[in-house]
């Protein structure tokens, strides 16, 4: 058994106050979500929608759903009446159809942009260059329904500290700007997502304002 309560106690008496800690509870059974969430914690992230839709009736209604996958158009109806916040966008057309989504349910979507820092092949997310160019694109501004609340990044998978460190920085760099060109007077856009079980002291250190964690919490007893 994983020593879920003292794995969350140990990482939110590390992490600083301000930074919100998201539980990414993908893969494990509701068994081990309950006992997080009976020692406090409210925010979960998954990243398919085939599992969070499966757990979400099940578990209590308050706690706050982060969707951290990535998340085909023809999928968003189904998370559409309850997700929190979508922290992958990574195209225009993703984010039309969740404003349309958003629409149709009465509500607004919180949305943060998955931006591509990694030098990794692999990683989804949008370019720097790609991001500006959905921000100044005419079918960003009629939507109504979403609220772009920051940006989102996954670091390299490697020991090489200096490399994360380098990607991370860049990822604030990248908030920095988009902050000051598209939403000076707009106090939504404000969470920098990054830092998993591997990397999130050194995310923390860069300025993470949002931590995604699973294995630190769910793993076993002198598990690293
Ligand atoms: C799985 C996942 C995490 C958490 O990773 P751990 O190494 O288990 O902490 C964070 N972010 C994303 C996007 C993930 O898919």
């Known amino acids: 058994m994983p020593n879920i309560k003292d794995n969350l106690t140990a990482l939110l008496t590390e992490i600083p106050s301000g930074v919100k800690l998201i539980v990414v ?4 059974p509701l068994m081990h979500i309950q006992e997080v969430y009976a020692a406090g914690q409210r925010r979960f992230g998954e ?21 951290i996958g990535h998340l085909q158009t023809n999928k968003v109806k189904l998370i559409a009446p309850f997700i929190h916040v979508i922290q992958s966008v990574d195209s225009l057309r993703l984010l039309r159809e969740i404003n349309k989504e958003a629409m149709s349910n009465d509500r607004m979507i ?8 990694a030098t990794e092949e ?42 994360v460190k380098k990607e991370f920085r860049m990822l604030k760099e990248y908030f920095r700007i988009l902050l000051a ?19 999130y002291r050194i995310a923390v250190e860069s300025g993470s304002t949002m931590v995604r964690i699973g294995n630190a919490i769910f793993k076993m007893k002198n598990e690293e």
Not at 181 to 199: A, W
């Open 47 to 67: 990243n398919r929608v085939g599992d969070l839709v499966a757990k979400q009736p099940v578990l209590p209604g308050d706690i706050e759903w982060h969707f």
């Open 110 to 117: 919180d949305c943060m942009l998955q931006l591509y820092i």
């Open 25 to 28: 509870s993908k893969m494990q």
């Open 181 to 199: 060109e598209y939403f000076p007077l707009n106090p939504d856009f404000r969470e920098i997502s990054m830092g998993m079980s591997g990397d």
């Open 122 to 163: 692999t990683k989804f997310g949008l370019a720097f260059s790609e991001a500006k160019e959905l921000l100044s694109s005419p079918g960003y501004r009629d939507l109504n329904n979403i609220r772009i609340v920051g940006v989102m990044g996954m670091a390299t998978y490697t020991q090489d500290v200096s490399l």
